[in-house]
C-alpha cells in the first residue's frame, strides 16, 4: 500500500474541510478555484464575478500588481475553467474595469473580453455601470497641456457572455418585474459602488449589481457561481433571490466576513421559508 495515497474516507474529509460554510443554499469554499474540483463541469447556470484588477490593491492572499502578461495569462486560466464548468445554456457576467493607467495604460476591457472569445464565450452584450461615487482625481497627466493629458472613464464594464446558446430552452421560473426589465435592459446602469471600510474589503461591489444580472440572466432555482467570492456579495444576491449560490476565495478572512453576512441574512426575520423581504440595502434603485 502506498503510504502517500489518501482513503476515501480521508479525501472525502479534506473536501469538507475546504468547504468553509454552507447553509440553505448557499456554499463558501475556501480553495484556489484553479485547483479546485468541488464543482461539476457543465454544472453551472451563471458566473458573475469581479476578479482583480491587476491595480496594485493590498490583498491578503493575492499579488494585485502583476506583469500584465502574467495577468493576461490567469485570466485566461480561470475563464477557461468558468467555461468548463458552464452549461451550454450557462451565462458569464464578468465585471472589468475599462481600462487602467497604474502601471502603464492598458485596456482590460478590450484584452479579456478577446481572450473568452477565443476560449469559446460568445459574446452577447456589454453593461456600463456608472458607479456614480468615483474619488476625487489626482491625476491628470499634463496639466492644462497637450503634452500628455491622461483621460479617466468614471465607470466600469460588465461583459455579458453565453456558452453555446443564448435562448434558453427549458422554460424556468423568473421573478424579474417590468419596471426592472425595461430599465436593466438599457446598457447603462446607475447606481453607487460599494464602501471598503463598511464591508472590510479592498474592492467589494453592492449587491445591486449581482442581483441585476441574476434577475435578468437566470431563473429561480439556477446555480450561481462567483471564483472570486471576497465579501460574498454575489452570494447574498443568490440567497435574496431564491437561486443556489458556491462561491470561491483562497482566503480564509475574506470567507469569513461572507460567511458573516450570509449569517446576518439567514438569521434576520426577514428570511423566512427562502423567501427574502428585501430592504434599503437590496431594494430598487436608480437604473
Not at 474516507?9 to 454552507?22: H, S, V
Not at 485547483?35 to 496594485?56: F, G, Q, W
Request: charged share 30%.
Amino acid at each position: 500500500m502506498n503510504t502517500f495515497s489518501k482513503s476515501k474516507t480521508e479525501k472525502e474529509k479534506a473536501k469538507k474541510e475546504l468547504i468553509f460554510y454552507q447553509e440553505k443554499n448557499s456554499k463558501i469554499i475556501c480553495d484556489d478555484f484553479l485547483e479546485s474540483k468541488a464543482v461539476k463541469r457543465d454544472s453551472i447556470d451563471l458566473t458573475i464575478t469581479s476578479p482583480p484588477y491587476n491595480v496594485d490593491l493590498y490583498y491578503e492572499s493575492y499579488k494585485d500588481n502583476l506583469d500584465y502578461k502574467e495577468y493576461l495569462d490567469f485570466s485566461l486560466k480561470w475563464i477557461r475553467k468558468v467555461y468548463q464548468l458552464t452549461k451550454p445554456t450557462g451565462r458569464f457576467c464578468l465585471n472589468i474595469p475599462l481600462d487602467k493607467n497604474k502601471g502603464g495604460q492598458q485596456s482590460v476591457y478590450a484584452d479579456l473580453t478577446n481572450i473568452a472569445k477565443r476560449i469559446g464565450w460568445k459574446y452577447h452584450s456589454t453593461v456600463i455601470w456608472n458607479e456614480q461615487n468615483i474619488s476625487r482625481r489626482t491625476a491628470w497627466g499634463s496639466w492644462l497641456s497637450a503634452s500628455a493629458p491622461y483621460v479617466i472613464a468614471p465607470v466600469e464594464m460588465i461583459v455579458i457572455l453565453y456558452k453555446e446558446e443564448w435562448k434558453k430552452k427549458n422554460k424556468g421560473e423568473s421573478d424579474i418585474n417590468k419596471q426592472e426589465f425595461q430599465e436593466w435592459t438599457n446598457g447603462v446602469w446607475n447606481f453607487n459602488g460599494e464602501s471598503k471600510k463598511r464591508i472590510g474589503h479592498p474592492a467589494p461591489y453592492p449587491v445591486e449589481l449581482p442581483k441585476r444580472s441574476i434577475k435578468l440572466f437566470s431563473y429561480i432555482g439556477d446555480l450561481i457561481l462567483d471564483p472570486f467570492l471576497g465579501s460574498g456579495t454575489t452570494l447574498i444576491a443568490s440567497a435574496i433571490l431564491q437561486r443556489k449560490g458556491i462561491g470561491f476565495d483562497i482566503d480564509k478572512s475574506y470567507c469569513e466576513i461572507a460567511k458573516r453576512r450570509l449569517e446576518v441574512l439567514y438569521e434576520s426575520s426577514r428570511f423566512d421559508n427562502g423567501i427574502f423581504q428585501e430592504t434599503s440595502e437590496t431594494g430598487n434603485r436608480t437604473s
